[in-house]
DNA sequence: TCTGGGGTCCTAGGACCC
DNA sequence: TCTGGGGTCCTAGGACCC
């Protein structure tokens, strides 16, 4: 028996949502984000469509800087809850299909399938299944093919090179669409890219490699480990060093029980009175609070973040004496933490994070 | 172009205890 | 007397991802 991670990817998820019921938007540069006014400020594009991609716009930019690049624009509103249902209407499809399911986001799971020989195109075979059925949902997927997830999820990013690519034809080709990576071309296609490329190396980790004299994932996976575990610790070290062999989990993580759950908001305009921080930090941790409690949860730690308009951010936190479901609890606890900050600048931002304690009896 | 929101996991250091 | 070593709990901070 051999062991496949399939990585399914849904393409430009949320405008794609959005194509469901505004078809007459297919193939327009759509982006969603905020209220869907490009001139409100501090808000940012969620997601845009292949032909607003064209124009440079991209997940994490300015509302207001995605107008200028692309002022013809359509702008949408972000309705998490529509693409919540949408998301939730994905995996059961999934769920449908031989293997198990690890959900790792809105558009994004894990499918682990035993099949029979190494040598057989079975996993390809069902990559385009899989694509088939999604795409009777009005929805569109790339699918990586590995021997573990992570290879399994570098391999999505080959199937949707072209879509990458930006070019016209992304729109109606969003990539090749299946794509396999295993030991046998981890090598060859990925041995010369940065670590970068991936999956868990970020531009923080990459710096401090590069003082290593590690630039690519070659280099990576020629490293000294011992060197690798004094710089980034026990775990992470050797943990890196196996990703540059492209060796990875094969086992499939469900369910996952959320650990936490938060709430914040970057305020349009700084607060400068102490008690709009009050009243912003009453109103965050009431709502994370009332979500714990309906999720069948207790508080167990109370987090409250600040970031000020100089853009510095911190967080504090308490453990509580003991697990609760007391909104109030929360919420003065919150109010406690809030004031454990000094408080003497605008502030940009507030959050309240509840981390989950044990299950009440 | 002044930089969202919601998560997860890891590391380091201090307190405290034996 | 200036001096141990391990284990655990707790908080702060960093990094990454979608």
């Given at each position: 028996m051999t062991r496949w991670l399939l990585h399914v990817d849904l393409d430009q998820f949320?405008?794609?949502?959005?194509?469901?019921?505004?078809?007459?938007?297919?193939?327009?540069?759509?982006?969603?984000?905020?209220?869907?006014?490009?001139?409100?400020?501090?808000?940012?594009v969620s997601c845009a469509s292949y032909p607003a991609r064209a124009h440079g716009v991209r997940a994490g930019m300015p509302l207001r800087a995605a107008l200028r690049v692309c002022p013809d624009g359509v702008f949408l509103p972000q309705d998490l809850a529509t693409y919540a249902e949408a998301s939730e209407e994905i995996m059961t499809l999934l769920r449908t299909f031989p293997?198990?399911?690890e959900v790792l986001g809105f558009d994004e799971a894990f499918l682990a399938i035993d099949t029979g020989a190494v040598d057989t195109d079975e996993p390809e075979q069902l990559a385009g299944e899989i694509r088939s059925a999604i795409e009777e949902l009005g929805l569109r997927c790339a699918v990586g093919i590995g021997d573990n997830k992570t290879r399994?999820?570098?391999?999505?990013?080959?199937?949707?090179?072209?879509?990458?690519?930006?070019?016209?034809?992304?729109?109606q080709d969003a990539g090749t669409g299946i794509f396999r990576l295993t030991?046998?071309?981890?090598?060859?296609?990925?041995?010369?890219?940065?670590?970068?490329?991936?999956?868990?190396?970020?531009?923080?980790i990459a710096k401090r490699m590069s003082a290593l004299g590690i630039a690519t994932v070659a280099d990576l996976a020629a490293a000294d480990r011992?060197?690798?575990?004094?710089?980034?610790?026990?775990?992470?070290?050797?943990?890196?060093?196996?990703?540059?062999?492209?060796?990875g989990d094969t086992e499939i993580a469900e369910p996952r029980e959320p650990v936490g759950h938060s709430?914040?908001?970057?305020?349009?305009?700084?607060?400068t009175e102490r008690s709009e921080f009050d009243a912003a930090v009453i109103r965050l941790a009431t709502q994370v609070a009332e979500e714990t409690f309906a999720g069948g949860r207790t508080a167990g730690r109370i987090g409250v973040t600040v970031?000020?308009?100089?853009?510095?951010t911190r967080t504090k936190q308490r453990k509580l004496a003991h697990p609760t479901a007391d909104v109030d609890e929360v919420v003065q606890t919150a109010l406690q933490v809030l004031h454990g900050f000094e408080l003497d600048r605008p502030i940009r931002l507030l959050g309240v994070r509840v981390e989950f304690g044990p299950p009440s009896e």
């Open positions: 949320q405008a794609a949502v959005e194509f469901r019921r505004h078809p007459e938007l297919r193939g327009q540069p759509v982006i969603v984000g905020g209220n869907g006014n490009p001139e409100e400020p501090r808000k940012v293997g198990r399911v399994a999820k570098l391999a999505t990013g080959f199937a949707k090179a072209v879509g990458k690519s930006g070019d016209a034809a992304a729109e030991a046998d071309n981890w090598t060859e296609l990925m041995a010369h890219r940065p670590t970068t490329a991936l999956w868990g190396v970020g531009a923080r011992e060197l690798l575990a004094k710089e980034f610790g026990p775990n992470t070290g050797p943990y890196l060093w196996v990703l540059g062999h492209g060796a709430r914040s908001e970057t305020f349009a305009a700084d607060l970031r000020t308009s100089t853009f510095f």
